[in-house]
């Protein structure tokens, strides 16, 4: 039988079949992925084959294969685990759900996951949410960001889960996709779900007062389908996100911007930081490039980590 995997608790996967039935299954033994060192060998999104068993009274799904990802997100945590995990697999898009504040998502992190959602092709929109309760500086402040990144190429929109802003032109452009929600706890991933959604009546937590920050609301990711062929994947809050095999030399590949004039570079494997003539360092001189794009790209490089916050990513 095959199916899809709807949902991952790490020992149990909800998979269901092109027939809408769906099966409880697990996989058995040690189970790799050639090539992929993951703590979750199978994702959400993921195309499996699988065999019923009986045991006593319950039938169950063993999963014997996964069929090739088209692509995927994974990261790895900021913890001392250091554990390479894949979000979801088989995605059209990736939404990430940014705040500028109650949590705060720093540009470093932005432009961590929008360099893996490069080197792993997934489409990535940025979403600012919780427009209703900023102050007209705050939204100023909304705005430079859109522009910074709607000028490199990527979709951004300003909404709000809360009075449902803008909230139409998302579900417009999820119409026949399979797409993913991403972003810190709190930023309001499965409120606006709910906004989609209603019926689904996902758990949403307030920011923890004291910290400013979500609480680990959503613990798996999970997938749900909506009317006109809309697939959505709601996941836990990120804390950190640590890049997973992406060589140095290559960084600068996924940052589109930098991309664009690598060719004028002296060097033709520059790596932008002390090189003679490179047209990266030019365009930042003459405020062509973002600044904040430039150091974001330079701690990758030089491996530094995302420290801005601990991570305790429960989902597996
Ligand atoms: N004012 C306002 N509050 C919002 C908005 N979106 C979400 N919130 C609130 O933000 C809090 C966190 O929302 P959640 O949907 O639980 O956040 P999440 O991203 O799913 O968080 P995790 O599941 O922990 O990753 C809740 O109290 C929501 O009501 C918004 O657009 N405006
Ligand atoms: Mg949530
Ligand atoms: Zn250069």
Redesign the pocket.
């Known amino acids: 039988m095959k199916g899809t995997v709807y949902k991952s608790t790490g020992s149990w996967y909800t998979v269901k079949t092109r027939e809408g039935e769906t099966y409880d299954c697990r996989i058995k033994g040690k189970f790799r992925i050639q090539g992929i060192k993951s703590t979750n060998p199978v994702a959400v999104g993921d195309e499996v084959s699988f065999m019923l068993e009986d045991a006593g009274d319950e039938t169950f799904g063993i999963i014997t294969e996964i069929e090739d990802r088209k692509n995927y997100i994974i990261r790895k945590s900021v913890n001392l685990s250091k554990q390479t995990h894949i979000i979801a697999a088989n995605l059209d898009q990736v939404f990430l759900?940014v705040t500028l504040n109650?949590p705060k998502t720093y540009t470093n992190f932005i432009d961590r996951f929008l360099a893996t959602s490069e080197a792993y092709d997934v489409p990535a929109v940025l979403l600012f949410?919780?427009?209703?309760?900023y102050d007209p500086e705050e939204l100023g402040e909304i705005k430079y960001l859109a522009a910074l990144y709607r000028d490199i190429g990527y979709t951004c929109i300003g909404?709000?889960?809360?009075?449902g802003k803008n909230v139409d032109k998302v579900r417009e452009m999820m119409k026949g996709k399979t797409s993913m929600f991403a972003?810190?706890?709190?930023?309001?991933?499965?409120?606006?779900i709910?906004y989609i959604a209603p019926d689904l009546a996902?758990?949403?937590?307030?920011?923890s007062a004291q910290h400013m920050q979500?609480?680990?609301?959503?613990t798996f990711a999970e997938m749900f389908d909506l009317e006109d062929d809309i697939r959505i994947i709601?996941?836990?809050?990120i804390k950190g996100f640590g890049l997973v095999d992406m060589e140095k030399e290559e960084i600068g590949d996924y940052f589109p911007e930098f991309f664009e004039l690598k060719e004028h570079c002296k060097f033709n494997n520059c790596l932008h930081l002390d090189e003679p003539h490179c047209a990266v360092k030019e365009a930042l001189d003459n405020d062509e490039l973002a600044w904040s794009r430039y150091k974001s790209y330079v701690a990758m490089v030089t491996g530094e980590e995302d420290t801005h916050r601990q991570d305790n990513y429960q989902g597996v």
Request: without cysteine.
């Open positions: 759900v109650n949410n919780k427009v209703d309760v909404i709000s889960a809360k009075t972003g810190h706890s709190g930023v309001g991933k499965s409120t606006l709910n996902l758990k949403t937590a307030e920011i979500g609480q680990h609301t959503t709601d996941t836990p809050g």
